[in-house]
């Protein structure tokens, strides 16, 4: 696949998430016309977002230099994963959000490997250097769960 082809699949990607299509018939329809691999398609899913909903991330991102003393959550398999990929030499990329993402894909299935104890280290040194006064940290929800703390908040 060329990077043109993939440009020309984010355009489409974008065009159907911002019409609010379905996401999975989405990203079939755009991964099977460009005729993109497992790891371009999850790029998409991963990278690509509705313009209001970009937006609406991107206005909760904080300069670091702001969490000094401050609460710091943090969404601990997230960072775990894209760390890991990473140091395995993985495709990051800057997701609409203004993210950093991978294109792992463990979805649930994540499962610790040669490197995650460097990768532990390296999120625990990041932590002290950032000098949170306090780091809540989330190990992902099941969806009605998550629901239902959102609707109580």
């Known amino acids: 696949m060329s990077n043109m082809n ?26 099977d016309r460009y005729r993109l691999s497992s790891v371009a398609r999850n790029c998409l899913l991963r990278g690509v977002a509705a313009k209001d909903a970009a937006r609406a991330r991107k206005a909760k991102l ?59 280290g390296l999120i625990c040194d990041s932590l002290v250097r950032l000098a949170p006064g306090r780091v809540d940290v989330y190990f992902g929800l099941p969806e009605k769960i998550k629901t239902l703390y959102t609707a109580m908040k």
């Open 6 to 31: 993939f440009r020309s699949a984010v355009i489409d990607y974008r065009l159907l998430k911002n019409k609010l299509y379905p996401v999975k018939a989405s990203l079939k329809l755009v991964g």
């Open 62 to 120: 904080t300069d670091v230099r702001a969490v000094r003393g401050k609460s710091l959550g943090i969404d601990w398999f997230n960072i775990l994963i894209t760390l890991e990929s990473y140091l395995k030499g993985g495709v990051l990329f800057l997701a609409d959000d203004g993210l950093l993402r991978d294109s792992a894909a463990v979805h649930g299935s994540y499962r610790p490997g040669a490197s995650t104890d460097r990768t532990i």
